[in-house]
């Protein structure tokens, strides 16, 4: 989480991108020297018997507790064909963006100025996924201390279950390896982002007390339907173990989405367990997210089609390679078909989230087994919603907007793109592309899905819980 910027990109780097060796902005930024922020008031008592009493009834029954109730199953979870009661799972990146606005963002120092806490990392993307009606589960550790309590309290608001990642429940300590992460958020008066965290300033990962996955991460990572890792996982936890998860999830049947982010780069160059841990989880995954520039950063290809391709034939349990291209759109890519979709014209507001939502109606689309361009447009839609707010956190994609977007169905069409796209590709895959035109229109390579014609499809699916929601408490 190096300090870095959106609009316009960059290219990420591993270390910060001020001054190095000037702690300065770090000490600045630290919760404990910063006075602008509440001092640390820890529930200890309160979380640590909570977690002590998850812990027996993993240690009687094989079963995990949360926020949302128990979820079933027995203690066979090692063994395939166990009960998934869980759609989702994510693993690590679990932090709390404190979101400061300031006149400029900054090398060296940072001016006072307003002050916001949201859920950040995979929080965003567990919070989106529940909008859409899945049941969602964070494996992670969170510190018990005010900044804990306030990632916990916002995931059982959204009905998302905490599963924490240490078995002993003792296990607690002063020291700042076992405090919740935070990742400041900078935002210039012109909605641009500077990043930063305390793991920009160590070369080893946050939790590295953390070498083992604990019995209540075992049990739900077997009782879950989709397992989601990115790269920023690597930056808190160490490689054997989120190995270890892998192993776990292909053990028990449980389907795993990768997204390596801009840590792939630095990964594919890093140490050798974390060169072992991503080529392990690049081939292993069932679905993997990339944008497009981190898809050439792997593979060295610059055509997005032809980059996933690649990336799906080398890939043993690949089913989908998902190719992120912002504004203009996403591509799906399987063994034998290609699927394109434009994006939504949508007046952009935020970026920070978008990539989350995303990636969560991608586990919709993939669960509830959707043709790859209805997925797509419904992820397309998500993440556009998403951009259309102030931040991530409970500021992620409601579905009221998500089914305005799809119904308005303004798509970002450029003809000339895919057509160059799709072209360079040199694939001999028929191609289907989401498009405007109000008829099914065919080319030699080319399949237009009208637009309508999918919309009519999505609609259905979420309305009727729309509605629900609306006449809930």
Not at 210 to 222: D, F, G, H, M, T
Not at 431 to 460: A, F, Y
Request: hydrophobic content about 40%; overall charge neutral; glycine content about 10%.
């Amino acid at each position: 989480m190096a300090l870095r910027t959106l609009n316009p990109p960059i290219s990420w780097s591993p270390h910060p991108s001020f001054v190095p060796g000037d702690r300065s902005l770090l000490r600045i930024l630290h919760p404990w020297h910063d006075p602008w922020l509440p001092p640390l008031a820890g529930a200890r008592i309160r979380r640590g018997a909570r977690a002590a009493a998850a812990a027996a009834a993993v240690a009687r029954n094989g079963r995990f507790h949360g926020g949302g109730g128990e979820v079933g199953g027995g203690g066979e979870g090692a063994r395939r064909g166990v009960k998934k009661d869980v759609d989702l799972a994510t693993l690590g990146n679990l932090c709390v963006d404190i979101v400061l606005s300031v006149p400029s963002l900054p090398r060296r120092r940072l001016r006072r100025g307003g002050r916001i806490w949201r859920a950040g990392g995979n929080c965003n993307l567990a919070i989106a996924a529940a909008r859409l009606g899945l049941h969602c589960v964070t494996l992670g550790h969170v510190g018990e201390e005010i900044y804990g309590n306030f990632l916990l309290d916002v995931l059982r608001d959204e009905s998302i279950q905490f599963v924490g990642m240490n078995d002993d429940a003792e296990a607690t300590s002063s020291s700042s390896s076992y405090e919740t992460l935070l990742c400041w958020v900078l935002v210039d008066p012109f909605q641009r982002h500077g990043f930063c965290s305390v793991t920009d300033f160590s070369e080893e990962p946050a939790f590295n007390w953390l070498n083992k996955l604990s019995s209540q991460v075992k049990v739900a990572i077997q009782q879950s339907k989709i397992i989601f890792c990115n790269g920023y996982a690597f930056d808190e936890l160490c490689p054997d173990v989120l190995v270890s998860a892998l192993e776990c999830a292909i053990d028990s049947g449980t389907a795993v989405f990768f997204d390596p982010g801009p840590r792939g780069k630095t990964l594919l160059h890093g140490t050798s367990g974390e060169q072992r841990a991503l080529d392990l989880f690049l081939r292993f995954s069932d679905v993997l997210l990339l944008t497009a520039e981190e898809a050439e950063s792997l593979t060295g290809i610059t055509n997005p089609i032809r980059a996933g391709q690649e990336l799906a034939r080398k890939g043993a349990r690949s089913q989908w390679v998902i190719i992120k291209m912002g504004s203009k759109g996403s591509v799906l890519i399987t063994k034998s078909s290609i699927s394109c979709a434009p994006a939504f014209k949508v007046n952009i507001v935020d970026t920070v989230g978008c990539g989350d939502s995303f990636t969560a109606a991608i586990a919709f689309g993939f669960l509830k087994g959707m043709p790859a361009v209805n997925t797509l447009a419904l992820a397309n839609a998500v993440g556009a919603a998403t951009a259309m707010g102030c931040g991530a956190g409970r500021n992620v994609a409601h579905l009221d907007k998500v089914l305005e977007l799809l119904k308005q169905s303004n798509l970002n069409e450029d003809d000339e793109l895919w057509s160059e796209i799709i072209t360079n590709s040199s694939s001999d895959s028929r191609v289907n592309l989401l498009s405007k035109s109000p008829i099914n229109g065919c080319s030699d390579q080319l399949l237009r899905v009208p637009t309508r014609s999918v919309v009519s499809e999505l609609l259905p699916m979420f309305e009727a819980a729309y509605e629900r929601s609306l006449t809930q408490p």
